[in-house]
């Protein structure tokens, strides 16, 4: 079995055609152009901007530039998630703020320039992706192009001899080529193949994987809906709008898109580790909830834990934290009760030593009988500890203490001003005093009271319930998003590791009238695999039609190095 490495010279015009032809069509990748400037006239200079727009490189570019954007949507506080810290900030640098408002850098992802690149890019993946997949459709229809004239000038290549028929020949290699998965058919004096179409399958599927994400992530943010709820054990929540805490939404969201559903949080769990240098570390963190899914719907049970939320249609439920709600009694001078709630109060630390106002609004009078409020600064430790009177000293519930300062007069709540409901506004505010005039504060264990001084009233600690903060998040499309992105690197991967290349087989007779068996190969790109498969192939017909009797002694040598030649014209 002779070999022929690929031979040099300086090949002839035609040659380079031939060549180009078999090498066509590869790729989807449209020829690239020298740069030239656009010819004068509108259309010209858009039909310009259009290729500019639509080519590869450009949309790498606007690629790099959608993820530099995003980068100060990351760092800065944004208007949309947290306008406490957007205010913080505005406090914080005067300077900034101003110059940060025109780039609109506090609304990054809704910002002109964001969204311009954002269109950008996908009116640019669009017009790539389009004509290469026509002209991908049109290469799955047509047949590999035939062997071109001189196949000694082709990366891989090797020839023998044979006593077999031509015609013999060319079935022997269209049934052993079509066997190993290409498509082949004879063209002329040759067997023309071709294998690795998954490679511009993977390609395509990418950039429109891409696209899906681009519609997936704008669909989800201009329908999106995100808002907080803190529960009391025992108390509940329905999706509508007045029930949140806090609430934002995309621009398109519409109240109606609201997801009907309705919990009850029967009991919050929570267990920390007791020794070690994990101490007060949570192991458990859990919401045993009663819902249900519209407004007839059945009741349920389920338990929420972090990182496993309550999936209710497009919407889900996230436990995001926790506290203490201390149950207080407060009486007025008559003994009457005027209020009776759970409070919840806000954490501190990882102690969940916590502060918080209790506000009573209505209903009270004073010793003169008076119409008053009366407000209660509130500190509370769920572990007390002597020595330790302004921190707790674990999470649980090992001996509360309340610590409680009294105040009355007019809370403003009537100003029509809102007001925070965990913050005292001292303004209308008078301190209850002792008989040295001392501002009064106690410390009470569950069940412990304190009365306040002139026969105002009194307040009792009856106990302590929990309390579980809730998000609630709705974003559709996606998990056409995460359909997209698997896609993505299905479709990445590929176009990385699957390689397409083409196999020539021509055999013809001699002027001695022996056959002559030629094989080649080419890829897209320089590779180790054509050779080592063009090695394959050429053995596995060689054993089925071997060299010639007469010619076995000459070409002994050949078959020896026939894989040796074959690497050596991929060097070349």
């Known amino acids: 079995m002779s070999t022929t490495a690929t031979t040099g010279g300086t090949p002839s015009a035609p040659d380079d055609q031939d060549l180009g032809a078999a090498g066509s069509q590869l790729s989807t990748a449209p020829a690239e152009s020298l740069t030239s400037a656009p010819g004068l006239g509108v259309i010209g200079w858009a039909r310009w901007f259009w290729r500019q727009l639509t080519s590869m490189r450009v949309a790498l570019l606007l690629l790099l530039l959608l993820a530099l954007g995003a980068i100060p949507g990351s760092l800065i506080p944004q208007s949309g998630s947290d306008e406490t810290k957007v205010a913080e900030f505005r406090r914080a640098h005067e300077t900034l703020a101003p110059l940060y408002d025109k780039l609109g850098l ?21 017009g790539c992706i389009v004509p290469r997949t026509w002209q991908f459709t049109g290469q799955l229809r047509s047949r590999p192009p035939g062997a071109p004239k001189r196949l000694t000038r082709l990366p891989a290549y090797t020839t023998w001899r044979t006593d077999a028929e031509p015609e013999q020949v060319r079935e022997a290699a269209l049934t052993l080529l079509k066997k190993r998965r290409f498509r082949a058919h004879l063209a002329g004096d040759a067997v023309a193949a071709e294998k690795g179409y998954l490679r511009e399958v993977g390609n395509l599927a990418f950039h429109i994987a891409l696209i899906v994400m681009l519609v997936a992530f704008a669909w989800g943010q201009l329908f999106k809906s995100e808002g907080n709820k803190l529960v009391v054990e025992g108390r509940g929540f329905s999706n509508t709008l007045i029930s949140y805490d806090d609430f934002k939404s995309g621009n398109l969201f519409s109240v109606d898109d609201l997801t009907p559903f309705s919990f009850t949080l029967d009991k919050f769990t929570g267990t920390y580790e007791t020794t070690g240098p994990n101490k007060g570390t949570a192991r458990t963190f859990q919401a045993a909830l009663t819902y249900s899914e519209g407004a007839y719907g059945k009741d349920r049970t389920t338990l929420v834990k972090v990182n496993h ?101 007019d809370l403003g709540v009537d100003s029509g001003i809102p007001q925070s409901v965990y913050q005292l506004d001292k303004k209308n505010m008078k301190e209850f005093k002792d008989s040295k005039g001392l501002q009064i504060r106690s410390n009470l264990r569950p069940g412990d009271t304190m009365t306040l001084p002139g026969g105002a009233g009194s ?9 579980a903060n809730f998000q609630i998040t709705q974003q559709p499309a996606s998990g056409w998003a995460l359909a997209g992105a698997l896609a993505a690197i299905f479709g990445l991967a590929g176009s990385l590791f699957v390689q397409r290349r083409r196999v020539w087989v021509r055999a013809v007779r001699g002027a001695d009238g022996v056959t002559v068996v030629e094989m080649a190969g080419l890829g897209r790109s320089e590779s180790a695999k054509v050779p080592e498969e063009l090695g394959d192939l050429a053995g596995l017909l060689y054993d089925q039609q071997p060299t010639a009797p007469e010619n076995s002694e000459a070409e002994s040598d050949g078959a020896s190095d026939s894989d040796a030649a074959v690497a050596e014209g991929a060097e070349n």
């Not at 600064?377 to 002597?386: E, G, N, Q």
């Open 459 to 467: 307040i009792t600690y009856e106990g302590t319930k929990e309390w």
């Open 309 to 409: 939320p309550l999936e209710i249609g497009d919407s889900k439920v996230y436990l995001t934290a926790h506290g203490y709600a201390p149950v207080v009694t407060v009486r007025d001078g008559k003994g009457d009760v005027v209020f009776r709630d759970a409070v919840p109060l806000l954490p501190l630390d990882s102690n969940v030593t916590s502060s918080g106002v209790i506000k009573v609004l209505d209903g009270y009078k004073n010793a003169k009988g008076v119409t008053e409020q009366l407000a209660f600064k509130a500190f509370f430790l769920p572990s007390f500890v002597k020595g330790m009177e302004t921190a707790s000293a674990f999470p649980s519930l090992r001996n509360p203490v309340l610590n409680l300062e009294p105040y009355h007069g």
């Open 106 to 126: 506090f609304h990054v992802y809704s910002s002109v320039w964001f969204s311009a690149i954002y269109i950008l890019l996908f009116v640019s993946l669009i």
